[in-house]
């Protein structure tokens, strides 16, 4: 099978010009099918900050009301995705910039509310797979926003991780398909005081101890269960760490196999 | 030849739900090849205004400057944009939202600074039509913002009308292509102040006339001159008239050949 390489980045990357256009640089320069996803970070919230509209929080999360949807269809779908497109364009390659409602890439669902009213939060519930081997095959390069839609005419505000790994499964059926999670640390890490502490290997063994252990917890649970979850339903490998783990030259960072 | 409907609508329905909602019925039910594009109307100065941005002005032109570009790529790229892509998916019609920077479909050239500095403006140089072809092909529909690139990473504001006739003149290669242009009036008026007085037909020869006799004048002008650009660079024709023109009941429109 032909391989694919699917890289997500994150709002720490979005967010510094100089830090985007040198990932941009190496995403240019990675070799065969690719596929870009991107957050957005804290633009949307300045965005939102700017128009006098306040950040509603239930529970710590962040509720998509209309307006928030709005503000993030703007900074995610226009600003920063026809941005990077048009970067892209400029290192040579040819991008298309999509949400999930185009080409009826990525369907989701309104998460249900029950002790949270999430909002316009939608959770997927099909990639047309068919649809981005389209464009792949037609040597354009996908860059997806974490927008999706619900076949109803609404868009809904989705969680980039998952839309990588769900991406990822999809084209694992007729792709080799490695996830490349790229992120403020350098991997995941034994001691999270020590960046210099990267786990080199996790495999689906290894991640029990590091669960009992305690080692894995808080913001990175999810991370890794959405990585297990893309392993188990076909994906390749998964790798996690800072921008560099696109070139040859890092060996610090952590691998993800079964 | 295959036939390729092209249809432009302009900021009196983005601007107006329920215009909107009717025109992009209407756009699901035309049938065979079709492309969409849009302009963006006052939702962009209003989302400036919003921001405390002001709108900078030269001899009755909007000039774009870096804070305007940004707006635009937000609200036309984005937000309006990306709401079209979800409403017609729930239409049954499998749509791909873009800008002319993704699968480099449109580049152009920032416009030159003479008497006026437009700022971020680009005029068209080149439309990909072998791009547009594959994703038509592939029974995508395109739905175009207006907005291009240079190729260097820079996006650039450009007329959605121009947009539309170079879009047209590439696709003429290989599609009988007709432009329809939906907007406020009934069609090209006989009398400006008689909304019913619409010339039903024009071609080169009757279009002189009416520049001769002064009943063509105004924002129609360069109107009619992209038309005839078109026509002359291969278009099929052109239909000018309220979205209506869309329907077989409609008999109340201005049709332009050469």
């Known amino acids: 099978m032909e391989k694919l390489s699917i890289i997500k980045i994150g709002g720490n990357i979005i967010e510094d010009e100089n830090a985007l256009n040198n990932f941009l640089h190496l995403f240019s320069k990675i070799k065969g099918k690719k596929l870009l996803v991107h957050g957005g970070g804290k633009k949307a919230s300045q965005m939102s900050t700017k128009l006098g509209i306040t950040s509603k929080m239930t529970n710590g999360r962040r509720i998509t009301d209309a ?3 709005e503000v993030i269809t703007m900074v995610y779908g226009g600003l920063v995705n026809k941005n990077i497109v048009a970067k892209l364009q400029s290192l040579n390659t040819n991008c298309i910039g999509l949400s999930g409602a185009d080409g009826n890439c990525i369907l989701s669902s309104k998460r249900p509310v029950k002790e949270v009213d999430y909002g316009f ?4 519930k099909n990639v047309n797979n068919q649809a981005i081997e389209v464009l792949i095959n037609h040597d354009f390069t996908p860059v997806f926003c974490a927008i999706t839609h619900d076949g109803n005419g609404q868009l809904l505000n989705t969680n980039a991780d ?5 991406i990822a499964i999809g084209m694992s059926k007729n ?8 992120f403020e640390l350098n991997g995941v890490l034994e001691d999270i005081n020590d960046k210099n502490s990267v786990i080199k290997h996790i495999n689906a063994a290894s991640y029990k101890n590091l ?3 305690g080692i894995i917890a808080d913001g990175m649970l999810p991370k890794l269960e959405n990585c297990f979850d893309a392993l188990k339903n076909g994906v390749h490998a998964v790798f996690m760490g800072n921008t560099t783990i696109l070139t040859k030259e890092n060996e610090n960072f952590t691998k993800i196999t079964l």
Chains 1, 2 share one sequence.
């Not at 998952?162 to 769900?166: D, R």
């Not at 792709?175 to 790229?182: A, L, M, N």
């Open 175 to 182: 792709y080799e398909t490695s996830i490349y999670y790229c």
């Open 162 to 166: 998952t839309i990588t790994s769900q």
């Open 67 to 69: 307006e928030t949807l």
């Open 211 to 213: 669960l009992n252990e």
């Open 121 to 124: 939060v939608g959770d997927v």
